[in-house]
């Protein structure tokens, strides 16, 4: 089972935020959190997943998964342990709740 956290007190460089461009644009993103889109509408993993996570962090870092509302960080914590991540979190009711908490979300600017 993964453990879910608030953001309180967390580095934000720890932070995955698996949200895709469009909820980015809409809700904006944690300053200093790591972009890495998880899956697709369709929920089609996205290809991308787990390479950049492979260049962010190694297996033995403690990862906080982000999501919507916490459902895909739990699918996400899964395939990362199936993948020798030994300790990863979920950021508890993702980024909707964590802003009902007022956690300050900014801009979400893409880099060209």
């Known amino acids: 089972m993964v453990e879910s956290v608030n953001l309180s007190g967390i580095d934000h460089?720890?932070?995955v935020d698996l949200r895709r461009v469009s909820e980015w644009m809409?809700?904006?993103?944690?300053?200093?959190?790591?972009?890495?889109?998880?899956?697709?509408?369709?929920?089609?993993?996205?290809?991308l997943f787990l390479p950049k996570i492979r260049t962010l962090f190694a297996k033995n870092d403690t990862i906080f998964l982000m999501c919507g509302t916490g459902r895909r960080s739990k699918r996400a914590a899964?395939?990362?342990?199936?993948?020798g991540y030994t300790?990863?979190?979920?950021i508890f009711g993702g980024a909707s709740f964590q802003q009902k908490l007022g956690v300050k979300f900014e801009t979400y600017c893409p880099k060209l």
């Open 87 to 90: 300790a990863v979190k979920s």
């Open 26 to 47: 809409s809700y904006g993103v944690l300053k200093d959190s790591n972009l890495v889109t998880f899956e697709s509408r369709a929920h089609v993993l996205s290809p």
């Open 13 to 15: 460089s720890k932070v």
């Open 78 to 83: 899964e395939l990362l342990a199936q993948n």
